[in-house]
């Protein structure tokens, strides 16, 4: 009798072990099923884009004809987009997360600008995209230009840096603040000095993520109206040759990478298609080397402050 | 000598600029936060000011009860609804693929992995949101489509907002799941030991135990989703077709209000005519939608987070 019920309980403790085990499976193969997914996505490109993936793909203007079109305007837009989006959203968002950490009284406007903040970051790309056809290509009368959309994407990466100056910012200990505090140093001191150096790693991995975003963005320079065919390069920046002025180059049009790729997924020809996966192949490998370099940043910083 | 010493008088003005400097960082430091609410203004202020032109010639009542959008043809009907229901009907689809794939990977992450384990698989799972999304795009439509049509439906057409809202879902798996396991982990160790001692299993515990305590945070992480997935562009704009048709159904080729916007956008739009200002309308339309999901998702946030 005992040992019948003994053996009953056993079976159904087994029972439910074994549904442990199955779910364990279960969640092996859901992560799985992501990780495929990611490789499916870039074997398909490799495997599409194998005929033009050439250093001649690299040194090229886009052409009608799809066996000699380049992305030569393309990475060079979106080299210089880049450049104007990292002046304009980087400072910005780091002073923002300063203010928010170190400075910002508890009141309604702090309340007021959090919300914001976390509100910005849901909000869909495409409605930048709107702001900036709105305000930075009309109102303002920038055109379509490398200026606006770096302007754009700079607004776009704000919260996201925000945030990231925000966490790093917190993670440092109170009692390096008093130290300094207790030197006689003030505010600014303090943060320049002292809680910056200590949170750079964090930030930097907040912008460069950022980047990696703004990077791959396509939808908002669509929406401001960036040509697609473009097949010449912007003034070299900076140098100035008469009778370019130094920042000629920031009101030139421009095409970057996304947009080119979708100009090309867009046409009814099977042989664009290959340049579009070609140039997909260019975004995805900067996007992922970017992303991989902030988690080695995260990763190696973790490691090596110990309060 | 007595230059090295300074007299009270130069520390006084010493520090007297000292705190002048002090005060002009933090007014600039002041001015850069506020920018947020800045942005925030600028693109009410911009959605508003040219959907007002818009509604000059469009009736709020046909834009909302219209069920043909056709701003392009020559019979120009200005009806939001087919282009609402294609947003839809592409999240739907989303959340299929993204709810049960997340929510296991959450739970698997929380309450079955080893440290090691989250540690190497969150970073690689934030990866599938870092892919720009023209490149889902290409893979929705020259991947899952012939995919698709090559196993179980051969009858899909090439563009289809199926292939579309699946790609999406995958897209999104990062958010719900990483949402959705905070939820889980700000669960208190002592609920679970207590679920231990009555002798549940672990898979016990998480699904009837874990789950339900954290189950406000998981729905904010599906409204984070939904919310991304109601604003996703570029998967549709290639995948999805640009065709307003009013359907429900998912194996066929309709475009959502970001896939509108885009096709607008592509041509050359005279500034302020009213394509162009129907774009805005459309804009503040997804605007107020993803808004809507993300103050529920706000709120449903905040409320778990007071529980404990």
Redesign the interface.
């Known amino acids: 009798m005992e040992a019948a019920r003994l053996a009953e309980l056993r079976a159904l403790i087994a029972r439910h072990k074994y549904w442990d085990q199955i779910f364990a499976i279960v969640g092996l193969m859901a992560m799985f099923a992501g990780m495929i997914t990611l490789t499916a996505l870039f074997i398909d490109l490799l495997i599409d884009s194998a005929p033009r993936l050439n250093w001649d793909f690299f040194t090229s203007f886009p052409s009608r004809r799809a066996s000699q079109a380049g992305i030569l305007s393309a990475w060079v837009g979106t080299t210089l987009v880049m450049l104007v989006t990292a002046v304009a959203g980087v400072p910005l968002g780091i002073a923002a997360g300063i203010y928010l950490e170190e400075y910002a009284p508890r009141n309604w406007i702090t309340d007021l600008i959090e919300i914001n903040v976390t509100n910005l970051a849901g909000v869909p790309s495409i409605v930048y995209g709107l702001l900036a056809l709105g305000l930075f290509v009309y109102q303002l009368d920038l055109g379509q230009s490398i200026l606006a959309a770096g302007l754009t994407l700079g607004l776009l990466i704000l919260p996201v840096v925000i945030v990231a100056t925000r966490e790093s910012i917190r993670a440092v200990p109170g009692s390096i603040r008093e130290a300094a505090y207790a030197l006689g140093a003030t505010k600014w001191q303090c943060v320049a000095h002292h809680v910056l150096p200590y949170s750079t790693a964090g930030i930097l991995t907040g912008v460069i993520i950022g980047m990696a975003r703004a990077i791959g963005e396509t939808a908002p320079i669509i929406t401001i109206g960036a040509l697609t065919f473009i097949a010449f390069l912007p003034p070299m920046p900076f140098t100035g040759d008469p009778p370019a002025g130094p920042f000629d180059w920031l009101f030139a049009p421009f095409t970057v990478l996304p947009i080119q790729m979708f100009n090309w997924l867009s046409r009814p020809q099977a042989a664009f298609l290959e340049n579009a996966a070609a140039a997909g192949v260019v975004i995805i490998v900067m996007t992922l080397a970017m992303n991989a370099v902030a988690i080695v940043i995260r990763y190696r910083y973790r490691k090596r402050i110990k309060w | 000598m007595s230059s090295a010493i300074p007299t009270a008088r130069s520390r006084l003005a010493h520090r007297a600029r000292?705190?002048w400097?002090?005060r002009l960082?933090?007014w600039?430091?002041?001015l850069?936060?506020?920018?947020?609410?800045t942005?925030?203004i600028?693109?009410v202020v911009?959605?508003v000011?040219?959907s007002l032109g818009f509604f000059e010639h469009v009736s709020l009542w046909d834009f909302l009860t219209d069920t043909e959008w056709t701003p392009l043809f020559s019979i120009k009907r200005y009806g939001i609804l087919p282009l609402v229901a294609g947003t839809l009907v592409t999240t739907a689809v989303a959340l299929v693929v993204a709810v049960?794939?997340g929510t296991?990977?959450a739970?698997?992450?929380s309450e079955?992995?080893s440290h090691r384990v989250r540690e190497t698989?969150k970073?690689?799972?934030?990866?599938?949101s870092?892919?720009?999304?023209?490149?889902?795009?290409?893979?929705a439509?020259?991947?899952i489509t012939p995919l698709l049509q090559n196993t179980i439906l051969p009858d899909l057409p090439g563009f289809n907002m199926l292939s579309a809202g699946i790609v999406i879902g995958?897209m999104i798996?990062p958010y719900v799941s990483s949402v959705s396991e905070d939820a889980m982990r700000a669960v208190p160790m002592h609920i679970r030991e207590g679920s231990y001692a009555m002798g549940a299993?672990?898979?016990?515990t998480?699904l009837w135990v874990v789950t339900p305590a954290a189950i406000s945070g998981i729905i904010a992480a599906y409204i984070?989703g939904i919310?991304r997935a109601?604003?996703?562009?570029?998967v549709v704009?290639?995948a999805a077709g640009t065709q307003p048709n009013l359907t429900w159904n998912p194996m066929e080729s309709a475009a959502t209000i970001?896939a509108y916007?885009?096709q607008v956008?592509?041509g050359?739009?005279p500034?302020g005519s009213l394509e162009y200002q129907s774009?805005?309308a459309a804009?503040l339309t997804?605007?107020l939608m993803?808004?809507f999901f993300?103050v529920v998702g706000?709120w449903l946030r905040r409320r778990y987070r007071e529980v404990y």
Do not use: C, K
């Open positions: 000292r705190q400097i002090e960082i933090q600039a430091l002041f850069a936060a506020f920018s947020a609410v942005v925030t600028a693109i911009i959605l000011y040219e049960p794939l296991i990977i739970i698997y992450l079955f992995a698989i970073p690689l799972l934030e990866l599938l870092g892919v720009p999304t023209v490149v889902y795009g290409y893979f439509l020259l991947f995958i798996i299993t672990r898979f016990q998480a984070l919310s109601v604003g996703e562009t570029m704009a290639v970001t916007i885009v956008s592509l050359d739009l500034h774009i805005f804009g997804l605007m993803t808004l993300n706000h």
